[in-house]
Each structure stands twice: as structure tokens, then as C-alpha cells.
């Protein structure tokens, strides 16, 4: 008996071993690709500006904290393939097996393992992952709204730099002297009417990159005085030569402002269960006063309208029937009353529409928290549900590595995938109850997974090629049989 338990134990501390290894190179290989996809979205906002690696490490950082919920599924789904496969490939599975100890025993260590990683999974969402969105949405915010570096290129209009407009015809290798160049002053927001003209000159910036300095030869400045009478007929100018001029340019515009935090903590991702809760019940309450507040003040509206009818009709509200009332109007009585009727017709059907345009966003807004909320448990979730379609499916393909093992995770993935962004698009829309819009993948994977695991343990040939092979050749017999027959008679 302690021999077995011993065993047992070895069995656990081998299929704990096989299974870390493919775990943590499968999770950082999707991680990896999915940081390769961000940059390849983002590559055109980040080159150019001139950002110190500290903030690109920063900013893959965050987005890769914000990638967990899509990576950690698809490393539990594919590591738990290969371990199973491997075990297959080299008749360990075979040989537990053998010893006694059934299939669902062996997986026991990981399923606990799942658990606690669904369990870990949920903190992470709860209370890492908002951390980590708002962090990375920060980032991202002042990296988008960063000028680029100070650049001239020749014959190129620069209009990076506030108030000014610059060209440069011509610049040296040394990117220090250059020649025909034009500067506008816009400075004063009056047009093109500080115009700096040179033959040549220099251009240095200061050792911290705050200033940079043009120091021009042989030029002209022109200068339009437009605080002049008449000067749009006569254009009366100021020009003056010089041999040398230094004009300073501020770079402070360049540098990357770092945004206060407080403006995206509310954002519906940077909440977590008890923040989210607690914003939808207010979101539902202002939408409930909103329509309350509607329908009071329509009513109010269409009392009066009616109040204002009856009494241009005068005798109106006397009559029995409004045809009668509308006879002893006069023409011009009748012509107002029927153009306050009409002007007060479209105005309550403006006021309807933007009503219901209104609705309809907050509505939107509430469906917004309510998927993240969700989102928070589906993600746990789905690593225990993808664990077990990964194991048994490893188990009955007995095939280990990256090749089939790939193959397989990829689909499944993909399918689950896509089963969850058809959930949150019709929750989004309002087609479907957020519960079932949003536990729709793990529903319609959790039967495979049982499935799957049921077969694995009855040790059941679902994917045995010679079974496959041997079944198609006796439905091939029976239908060549079956024909025969027919023929005789």
C-alpha cells in the first residue's frame, strides 16, 4: 500500500514536471505574437518620435499585462495537448495504465492545477488586469500625442513646430549648415505676414534639446503692416536686410506630457466587480429617471398644447366634436391653429428621436460594463473548460510536440474564439441576454470537453486511423452488398 502511494505520488510529480514546461513556453510564445501584432498595429505612432527605450519597455509591458485574458486560455489548451500527447507518444500513459491507476486519476494533479489557475486567473482580471488597462491606455495616450522629432527634410514644408512654418532647400551631411532657407512667422495668427528669407545658415540645437537655434547669412525679413488704413489695397511692408540673424525655436512642444491617470480611471476597463456593479446600478438609475422625466414632461407638454388649441378655437371645448369647432374658425384663425399643430407635431417627434438616440446610448453604455463585468469570470472559466478539451484530446491522438498538437489547439482555439466575439457582439447590440451572449463559447465548448474526456477514459479509438480505416471499409461492404442484392432481383 505505501509502495502504491509512493507511485502514485511519482506519477503526480512527472505530469506536474511535463505539464510546466510546455505551460510556460506555450503562454510566453503567445504572448510573444500577440506583443508582435500590437506593434505591427501601432508601428506608425511610435517610430519617428524619438521615445527612449524605457517607454517602449513600459508601454509592451502594460500591453502585454492587458494580453493575458487571450493568451492564458490558448497556453492552457495547448500545453495540456502536448503533455497528454507526449505521455501517449512514449506509452507512459500506457504504462500507469497498466499499473492500475485510471486516466482521470493521472490528470487529478492538473485538474487541481487548472482550478487554482482559474481561481488565479480571476484575481488577475479583478484586480491586475484594470491596473494594468489604465496604465497602458495612459501610456499609449501620450505616446499618440507626442510630436514627432524635429525633422527638416530639403524642399519639404515643416509645420510641426508651433507658429512656424520652415523650408529648407538644401542641408549639408553634417545636418548643421543649410542653404535657401524660408521661415513664416505665424505666431500672430495673421497669416503669412512675418516672412524670414536666407541664403544659408546653421542649425544647432542646445546639449538638453530644448532650444534650437537658426543663425542665417545674407537674408531678408519682411513684415506686413497690417494695423495700417487701407492696407489690403496698398500692402504697405517693412523690409530689412541683414548679414547675420539668430532666431530661437522652442522645442518644449516636443516632449512627451505625461496625462493625469484620473481621466481613464472611469473608464468602463479600468473597474473591477464591486466598481463595475456599483456603476451599472448608477447608469441604470439615471436611465430609468431619463424616461420618467420624458414621459412627465410629454404629458405636461401635450396638456398645454391642448390648453392652447381649445382656446384659439374658443368655443371649442364647448363642442361636442373638433370638426364642429374647427366650422366657425375663421381662415386665418384656422391657418394658425393648423400651423401651431404641425409646429408642434415636429417638435415632439425631434424631441422623441433624440430621446430615443439618448436611450439608446446609455443603454449601450450600461451592455459596455455589463461584458466586462462578465468578462472577469469567463476568462477563469475558460482555462478549466480548455483544460479539459486539451488533455483528453492529447491522450487520444498519443502525438507530442508542436506538429499535430499545434494544429488541434489552434482550431479549437479558434473556434472558441470566435464563438466568444459573436457572444459579446450580440450582448453589444442588445440581442442577446448578457449571460448567455457571454458564457456562450464556454456552453458550447463544455460538452466537447466532457465528451472528450469520457472517451479518453473508456480508452475509446475516437481518432485511431486503423479504426477509422477498418469502419469505412464495412460500411464500404455492407453498400456493395446491399447493391448486389438489388441487382438479383
Same mark, same amino acid.
Given at each position: 500500500?505505501?509502495?502504491?502511494?509512493?507511485?502514485?505520488?511519482?506519477v503526480?510529480?512527472?505530469?506536474?514536471? @511535463?505539464?510546466?514546461?510546455?505551460?510556460?513556453?506555450?503562454?510566453? /510564445?503567445?504572448?510573444?505574437?500577440?506583443?508582435?501584432q500590437?506593434?505591427?498595429?501601432?508601428?506608425?505612432?511610435?517610430?519617428?518620435?524619438?521615445?527612449?527605450?524605457?517607454? /517602449?519597455?513600459?508601454?509592451?509591458?502594460?500591453?502585454?499585462?492587458?494580453f493575458? $485574458?487571450?493568451a492564458? $486560455?490558448?497556453?492552457?489548451?495547448?500545453?495540456?495537448?502536448?503533455?497528454?500527447?507526449?505521455?501517449?507518444?512514449?506509452?507512459?500513459?500506457?504504462?500507469?495504465? %497498466?499499473?492500475?491507476?485510471?486516466?482521470?486519476?493521472?490528470?487529478?494533479?492538473?485538474?487541481i492545477?487548472?482550478?487554482c489557475?482559474?481561481?488565479?486567473?480571476?484575481?488577475?482580471?479583478?484586480?491586475?488586469? $484594470?491596473?494594468?488597462?489604465?496604465?497602458?491606455q495612459?501610456?499609449?495616450?501620450d505616446?499618440?500625442?507626442?510630436?514627432?522629432?524635429?525633422?527638416?527634410?530639403?524642399?519639404?514644408?515643416?509645420?510641426?513646430?508651433?507658429?512656424?512654418?520652415?523650408?529648407?532647400?538644401?542641408?549639408?551631411?553634417?545636418?548643421?549648415?543649410?542653404?535657401?532657407?524660408?521661415i513664416?512667422?505665424?505666431?500672430?495668427?495673421?497669416?503669412?505676414?512675418?516672412?524670414?528669407?536666407?541664403?544659408?545658415?546653421?542649425?544647432e540645437?542646445?546639449?538638453?534639446?530644448q532650444?534650437?537655434?537658426?543663425?542665417?547669412?545674407?537674408?531678408?525679413?519682411?513684415?506686413?503692416?497690417?494695423?495700417?488704413?487701407?492696407?489690403?489695397?496698398?500692402?504697405?511692408?517693412?523690409?530689412?536686410?541683414?548679414?547675420?540673424?539668430?532666431?530661437?525655436?522652442?522645442?518644449?512642444s516636443?516632449?512627451?506630457?505625461?496625462?493625469?491617470?484620473d481621466?481613464?480611471?472611469?473608464?468602463?476597463? +479600468?473597474?473591477?466587480?464591486?466598481?463595475?456593479?456599483?456603476?451599472?446600478?448608477?447608469?441604470?438609475?439615471?436611465?430609468?429617471?431619463?424616461?420618467?422625466s420624458?414621459?412627465e414632461?410629454?404629458?405636461?407638454?401635450?396638456?398645454?398644447?391642448?390648453?392652447?388649441? !381649445?382656446?384659439? %378655437?374658443? %368655443? *371649442?371645448?364647448?363642442?361636442?366634436?373638433?370638426?364642429?369647432?374647427?366650422?366657425?374658425?375663421?381662415?386665418n384663425?384656422?391657418?394658425?391653429?393648423?400651423?401651431?399643430?404641425?409646429?408642434?407635431?415636429?417638435f415632439?417627434?425631434?424631441?422623441?428621436?433624440? @430621446?430615443?438616440?439618448?436611450?439608446?446610448?446609455?443603454?449601450?453604455?450600461?451592455?459596455?460594463?455589463?461584458?466586462?463585468?462578465?468578462?472577469?469570470?469567463? *476568462?477563469?472559466?475558460?482555462?478549466?473548460?480548455?483544460?479539459?478539451?486539451?488533455?483528453?484530446?492529447?491522450?487520444i491522438?498519443?502525438?507530442?510536440?508542436?506538429?499535430?498538437?499545434?494544429?488541434? @489547439?489552434?482550431?479549437?482555439?479558434?473556434?472558441?474564439?470566435?464563438?466568444?466575439? +459573436?457572444?459579446?457582439?450580440?450582448?453589444?447590440?442588445? %440581442?442577446?441576454?448578457?449571460?448567455?451572449? +457571454?458564457? !456562450?463559447?464556454?456552453?458550447?465548448?463544455?460538452?466537447?470537453?466532457?465528451?472528450?474526456?469520457?472517451?479518453?477514459?473508456?480508452?475509446? $479509438?475516437?481518432?485511431?486511423?486503423?479504426?477509422?480505416?477498418?469502419?469505412?471499409?464495412?460500411?464500404?461492404?455492407?453498400?456493395?452488398?446491399s447493391?448486389n442484392?438489388?441487382?438479383?432481383?
Open positions: 500500500m505505501q509502495q502504491t502511494v509512493i507511485y502514485v505520488k511519482k503526480y510529480q512527472l505530469v506536474l514536471i @511535463s505539464y510546466a514546461g510546455p505551460f510556460i513556453m506555450t503562454f510566453f /510564445i503567445a504572448l510573444f505574437i500577440l506583443d508582435m500590437f506593434l505591427w498595429k501601432y508601428i506608425d505612432e511610435l517610430v519617428g518620435k524619438g521615445l527612449e527605450w524605457h517607454l /517602449i519597455a513600459q508601454l509592451m509591458y502594460y500591453a502585454s499585462a492587458t493575458v $485574458p487571450l492564458l $486560455p490558448l497556453a492552457v489548451l495547448l500545453s495540456s495537448l502536448m503533455t497528454f500527447g507526449n505521455l501517449g507518444e512514449h506509452y507512459e500513459l500506457v504504462s500507469m495504465k %497498466a499499473s492500475g491507476i485510471s486516466l482521470r486519476r493521472i490528470m487529478m494533479p492538473l485538474i492545477f487548472s482550478i489557475l482559474s481561481i488565479a486567473a480571476f484575481y488577475f482580471s479583478n484586480n491586475i488586469l $484594470p491596473v494594468a488597462q489604465l496604465k497602458f495612459n501610456r499609449l495616450y505616446i499618440r500625442h507626442k510630436k514627432l522629432t524635429f525633422n527638416i527634410k530639403e524642399g519639404v514644408f515643416y509645420k510641426d513646430l508651433d507658429g512656424y512654418v520652415i523650408r529648407v532647400g538644401k542641408k549639408d551631411k553634417d545636418d548643421v549648415h543649410i542653404h535657401d532657407v524660408l513664416y512667422n505665424h505666431t500672430k495668427r495673421l497669416g503669412n505676414i512675418d516672412v524670414t528669407v536666407a541664403k544659408w545658415g546653421k542649425m540645437s542646445t546639449s538638453d534639446g532650444y534650437i537655434f537658426f543663425t542665417l547669412y545674407d537674408g531678408y525679413s519682411y513684415t506686413e503692416n497690417v494695423e495700417v488704413s487701407n492696407y489690403k489695397k496698398n500692402r504697405p511692408d517693412d523690409r530689412t536686410k541683414f548679414d547675420e540673424q539668430v532666431i530661437r525655436f522652442d522645442l518644449s516636443f516632449e512627451m506630457n505625461q496625462t493625469d491617470e481621466l481613464f480611471k472611469h473608464h468602463y476597463l +479600468m473597474l473591477n466587480l464591486s466598481q463595475l456593479s456599483h456603476t451599472i446600478d448608477s447608469l441604470n438609475t439615471k436611465l430609468d429617471d431619463t424616461k420618467t420624458f414621459k414632461n410629454l404629458n405636461v407638454y401635450n396638456r398645454l398644447e391642448e390648453i392652447a388649441i !381649445l382656446t384659439e %378655437a374658443g %368655443a *371649442l371645448s364647448q363642442l361636442p366634436k373638433v370638426d364642429s369647432g374647427f366650422q366657425i374658425l375663421g381662415r384663425s384656422l391657418e394658425k391653429v393648423k400651423t401651431n399643430a404641425l409646429s408642434g407635431v415636429q415632439k417627434q425631434r424631441n422623441i428621436e433624440n @430621446s430615443l438616440r439618448d436611450w439608446e446610448k446609455k443603454e449601450e453604455k450600461i451592455r459596455k460594463h455589463i461584458v466586462v463585468y462578465y468578462e472577469k469570470f469567463t *476568462l477563469s472559466f475558460a482555462c478549466l473548460v480548455l483544460f479539459f478539451v486539451g488533455a483528453p484530446l492529447g491522450a491522438i498519443r502525438k507530442g510536440g508542436l506538429g499535430l498538437p499545434v494544429v488541434f @489547439s489552434v482550431i479549437f482555439f479558434i473556434i472558441f474564439h470566435i464563438i466568444s466575439i +459573436m457572444g459579446k457582439k450580440y450582448v453589444l447590440a442588445g %440581442a442577446m441576454h448578457p449571460i448567455l451572449g +457571454m458564457w !456562450l463559447a464556454s456552453i458550447c465548448m463544455l460538452p466537447l470537453g466532457i465528451f472528450l474526456t469520457f472517451k479518453a477514459t473508456t480508452d475509446a $479509438p475516437l481518432l485511431d486511423a486503423d479504426v477509422w480505416r477498418k469502419n469505412f471499409k464495412t460500411i464500404i461492404g455492407r453498400f456493395s452488398k447493391k442484392r438489388e441487382e438479383e432481383y
